[in-house]
């Protein structure tokens, strides 16, 4: 048990990485996915299949499964990849209660139709969910199939969800797995979580503990722990009980910077790979976070931490020469059942932005926006062909554009954003449209719309989120959705620059 938990008024330690379903987190599209998961086994044929990362949430997602599904489904759970073909039939078998005479021989596929169709007479609909599906042997992977096969006149006795790493799809593109793969009629891909699905997730799992108080975990906590956990769920659970650890150790009830850097220094996965100094200034800290956790048993709760040394400011990056971006190359089509995901047709014609210097914030700055009461960053002429751009009456288009203009008016010089595209194509509907399908991949709070008046006409931009730096930038980019890394020319680039442009 967490030695924190009455510091911080937990009931419950927040982030084991068991999974308990209470803590499931719906966000970063986790809800929808398991919401269309249920959807799949419930009315569709065929099978399903979940990839991601290791850490990435994919047994959660399964065990939500399992408690969401309605009482006329009858679930098989395999979680290990190493049966043989023989072995998946005995397991599938015992869970149904095949009845069986003793000594008999291994179960064979006439049995276990049989078995199934005693079920689907019920009115029960039988799944597999088979766990680890990427370390199962190709002649295992040929079971699934075969167990596919099952039907009773032009109804499929079996319905089959595979969960995996992104191994899996490799193995699926053998050319003996040809027919497997054509049986697979859903995909369903658990993305890392960029940072402000990070910061919801730290509060959500929080509050699920029963925490009560204001947030726990600073912005800038938030921003090392989600660069350091590459957006992966386990990871930062890892990390979040060793970073108010650490909070607890030093007598404090918020997570700063310098805990969430003791708590990375810790974790051997994620290394912060920053300067030497500020490993060395660290190194101490992780020390006491190490002998914190050893001697908390036996009440000694006191650790001297290094202060860390003060972290740089932001420095705005060097701004090269902006040139019009030629057209890109053809995408192949997205596959069957996916909506496209840019405005149709996109126009991936970019607008030269004009350089911009952008003023390097004095030393010792931290603050990512502008302090309160500061003039707008604005001009009243760039507020005045932001807001000439009507949204005819489209609730996302307009809440998208008024958020945007907020971060315009306040985000500092130095402060990076990531464009997505900037298209000629300002019809409302269209941008509405795209708005609409967005918000099933990338939170859509962090998604921003930048009417841009050139000559007589409006472009439409659209960037998304905001970073300290534009490493930190790049690397939010490298955790997008595949459909967006595929569909966009994605482009770091600095309020100064959009301002510019504005």
Same mark, same amino acid.
């Given at each position: 048990?967490?030695?924190?938990?009455?510091?911080?008024?937990?009931? %419950?330690?927040?982030?084991?990485?068991?999974?308990?379903?209470?803590?499931?987190?719906?966000?970063?599209?986790?809800?929808? @996915?398991?919401?269309?998961?249920?959807?799949?086994?419930?009315?569709?044929?065929?099978? &399903?299949?979940?990839?991601?990362?290791?850490?990435?949430?994919?047994?959660? !997602?399964?065990?939500?499964?399992?408690?969401?599904? /309605?009482?006329?489904?009858? @679930?098989?759970? !395999?979680?290990?990849?190493?049966?043989?073909?023989?072995?998946?039939?005995?397991?599938?078998?015992? %869970? *149904?209660?095949?009845?069986?005479?003793?000594?008999?021989?291994?179960?064979?596929?006439?049995?276990?139709?049989?078995?199934?169709?005693?079920?689907?007479?019920?009115?029960?609909?039988?799944?597999?969910?088979?766990?680890? =599906?990427?370390?199962?042997?190709?002649?295992?992977?040929?079971?699934?199939?075969?167990?596919?096969?099952?039907?009773?006149?032009?109804?499929?006795?079996?319905?089959?969800?595979?969960?995996?790493?992104? %191994?899996?799809?490799?193995? +699926?593109?053998?050319?003996?797995? $040809?027919?497997?793969?054509?049986?697979?009629?859903?995909?369903?891909?658990?993305? /890392?979580?960029?940072?402000?699905?990070?910061?919801?997730?730290?509060?959500?799992?929080?509050?699920? =503990?029963?925490?009560?108080?204001?947030?726990?975990?600073?912005?800038?906590?938030?921003?090392?722990?989600? $660069?350091?956990?590459?957006?992966?769920? $386990?990871?930062?659970?890892? !990390?979040?009980?060793?970073? +108010?650890?650490?909070?607890?150790?030093?007598?404090?009830?918020? &997570?700063? #910077?310098?805990?969430?850097?003791?708590?990375?220094?810790?974790?051997?996965?994620?290394?912060?790979?920053?300067?030497?100094?500020?490993?060395?200034?660290?190194?101490?800290?992780?020390?006491?976070?190490?002998?914190?956790?050893?001697?908390?048993?036996?009440?000694?709760?006191?650790? *001297?931490? &290094?202060?860390?040394?003060?972290? /740089? =400011?932001?420095?705005?990056?060097?701004?090269?020469?902006?040139?019009?971006?030629?057209?890109? /190359?053809?995408?192949?089509?997205?596959?069957?059942?996916?909506?496209?995901?840019?405005?149709?047709?996109?126009?991936?014609?970019?607008?030269?932005?004009?350089?911009?210097?952008?003023?390097?914030?004095?030393?010792?700055?931290?603050?990512?926006?502008?302090?309160?009461?500061?003039?707008?960053?604005?001009? #009243?002429?760039?507020?005045?062909?932001?807001?000439?751009?009507?949204?005819?009456?489209?609730?996302?288009?307009?809440?998208?554009?008024?958020?945007?203009?907020?971060?315009?008016?306040?985000?500092?010089?130095?402060?990076?954003?990531?464009?997505?595209?900037?298209?000629?194509?300002?019809?409302?509907?269209?941008?509405?449209?795209?708005?609409?399908?967005?918000?099933?991949?990338?939170?859509?709070?962090? *998604?921003?719309?930048?009417?841009?008046?050139?000559?007589?006409?409006?472009?439409?931009?659209?960037?998304?989120?905001?970073?300290?730096?534009?490493?930190?930038?790049?690397? #939010?980019?490298?955790?997008?959705?595949?459909?967006?890394?595929?569909?966009?020319?994605?482009?770091?680039?600095?309020?100064?620059?959009?301002?510019?442009?504005?």
């Amino acid at each position: 048990m967490a030695v924190y938990l009455d510091h911080f008024g937990l009931a %419950e330690a927040p982030f084991r990485i068991t999974p308990h379903p209470e803590f499931f987190f719906e966000g970063a599209g986790r809800g929808a @996915t398991l919401e269309a998961l249920v959807y799949a086994i419930v009315h569709d044929e065929g099978i &399903v299949q979940v990839s991601g990362e290791i850490g990435s949430g994919k047994t959660m !997602l399964c065990r939500m499964l399992l408690e969401r599904l /309605p009482p006329q489904v009858q @679930t098989v759970f !395999l979680a290990n990849p190493s049966y043989s073909r023989a072995e998946m039939r005995e397991a599938i078998a015992e %869970e *149904l209660g095949v009845a069986r005479a003793p000594g008999a021989g291994p179960v064979s596929i006439r049995e276990l139709q049989a078995c199934l169709l005693e079920h689907f007479g019920a009115g029960r609909r039988v799944v597999v969910l088979i766990d680890e =599906a990427h370390a199962m042997a190709p002649e295992a992977l040929e079971e699934v199939r075969l167990l596919s096969n099952l039907e009773a006149s032009r109804h499929k006795l079996l319905q089959i969800v595979l969960f995996g790493q992104p %191994e899996l799809d490799q193995a +699926l593109e053998a050319p003996s797995m $040809r027919q497997l793969k054509d049986r697979i009629t859903h995909r369903f891909r658990m993305r /890392p979580l960029i940072e402000a699905e990070v910061a919801r997730y730290l509060s959500h799992r929080m509050r699920a =503990a029963g925490y009560r108080g204001p947030e726990v975990f600073s912005r800038a906590a938030v921003a090392i722990l989600a $660069r350091a956990s590459r957006g992966l769920t $386990r990871r930062v659970n890892v !990390l979040a009980d060793k970073a +108010l650890l650490a909070a607890f150790a030093s007598g404090e009830h918020a &997570v700063s #910077a310098a805990h969430a850097r003791a708590a990375v220094s810790d974790s051997e996965f994620a290394p912060l790979g920053s300067r030497g100094a500020r490993r060395a200034a660290l190194a101490g800290a992780a020390a006491g976070l190490v002998a914190l956790g050893a001697a908390a048993g036996a009440g000694l709760y006191a650790w *001297l931490a &290094v202060p860390p040394a003060v972290p /740089p =400011a932001p420095r705005a990056a060097p701004h090269e020469a902006l040139t019009a971006f030629p057209e890109p /190359p053809a995408r192949p089509p997205a596959p069957a059942g996916v909506a496209s995901l840019a405005p149709e047709p996109t126009e991936a014609e970019r607008a030269p932005i004009e350089a911009h210097s952008a003023p390097v914030p004095s030393a010792g700055s931290s603050a990512s926006q502008a302090a309160p009461g500061a003039e707008p960053l604005l001009a #009243a002429a760039q507020l005045k062909r932001l807001l000439g751009y009507s949204s005819a009456g489209n609730r996302l288009l307009r809440e998208r554009i008024a958020a945007a203009r907020e971060r315009l008016e306040r985000e500092p010089d130095w402060r990076w954003t990531l464009e997505l595209f900037l298209t000629d194509n300002s019809d409302p509907a269209r941008t509405e449209r795209f708005l609409l399908r967005a918000q099933d991949l990338v939170p859509l709070e962090d *998604l921003y719309v930048i009417p841009v008046l050139a000559g007589r006409r409006y472009r439409i931009r659209v960037t998304l989120g905001a970073y300290g730096t534009r490493e930190e930038a790049l690397e #939010a980019a490298r955790r997008l959705p595949p459909k967006y890394q595929r569909a966009f020319e994605v482009v770091p680039r600095s309020f100064a620059e959009l301002r510019a442009a504005v």
